[in-house]
């Protein structure tokens, strides 16, 4: 059966630091990948989706990138982090038929 | 670009009551339209989905929801409330991108809260 894995679970990182978070599937391949943010009290907000090796799509400006390597794999970055991008980041895959997506277990990331 | 909505941004029931959760949706094709629970710090977890089938859908811990073309709505209901319904409930509807893939458009959500 196919699993997403998402870490770290939670993260405090200070204003201006780096950041990477990384998300991989098992059990499938070619999978579409997703990066979401969830900001406290709204929904989720689509922020990166790939259909394939370093193809990336991105859906908002915004201080964050997305990369790639390998085809289960998806990492979320950011050279700089602004107090702005705290929040809880949610990795997501499909398969290329599928409509719904599968969701990790989310990242907290609080920016200090 | 299609888009959700979600009226009521927390609902309060009892336990054993009836939970009603709204969403409507607009979308220029016909919809693929979903729900989703989220229990705090925790990833999304799919509770039904409609996908042009029968207009009522049932779905995993007894929730179930009906697509109406003429009012735009899929709305998610449960007979009975149980206390561990209390989350976050999120609808849902897919909207196709580039390459015949489709993307997750998502509503603002609504806290349930159940209360003895």
């Known amino acids: 059966s196919q699993t997403i894995h998402q870490w770290p679970a939670t993260l405090v990182q200070p204003v201006g630091s780096p950041l990477s978070l990384e998300c991989t599937v098992e059990g499938t391949s070619n999978p579409n990948l997703y990066w979401y943010r969830q900001a406290a009290g709204r929904g989720l907000q689509l922020l990166f989706y790939?259909?394939?090796?370093?193809?990336i799509s991105s859906e908002v400006p915004q201080n964050l990138s997305a990369s790639r390597p390998q085809d289960r794999q998806f990492i979320l970055s950011s050279k700089k982090l602004l107090l702005s991008d705290s929040g809880f980041y949610l990795c997501a895959w499909n398969p290329r038929s599928y409509t719904e997506a599968f969701f990790g277990q989310g990242t907290r990331l609080t920016v200090v | 670009a299609q888009s959700v909505t979600q009226l009521g941004s927390h609902v309060s029931v009892s336990e054993g009551a009836l939970v009603l959760l709204r969403c409507n949706y607009s979308?220029?094709?016909?919809?693929?339209l979903f729900w989703y629970v989220q229990y705090p710090n925790q990833g999304l977890q799919l509770l039904l989905k409609?996908?042009?089938?029968?207009?009522l859908v049932k779905g995993i811990n007894g929730f179930e929801a009906e697509f109406k073309k003429s009012e735009t709505s899929f709305h998610l209901t449960k007979p009975s409330a149980h206390m561990s319904d209390a989350a976050e409930y999120f609808c849902?509807?897919?909207?196709?991108?580039?390459?015949?893939?489709?993307?997750?458009?998502f509503g603002a959500g609504t806290r349930l809260a159940v209360h003895p």
């Open positions: 979308s220029s094709v016909p919809p693929y």
């Open positions: 849902a509807v897919s909207e196709p991108i580039s390459g015949g893939y489709n993307k997750l458009i």
């Open positions: 790939s259909v394939g090796i370093g193809q």
């Open positions: 409609y996908t042009s089938a029968a207009t």
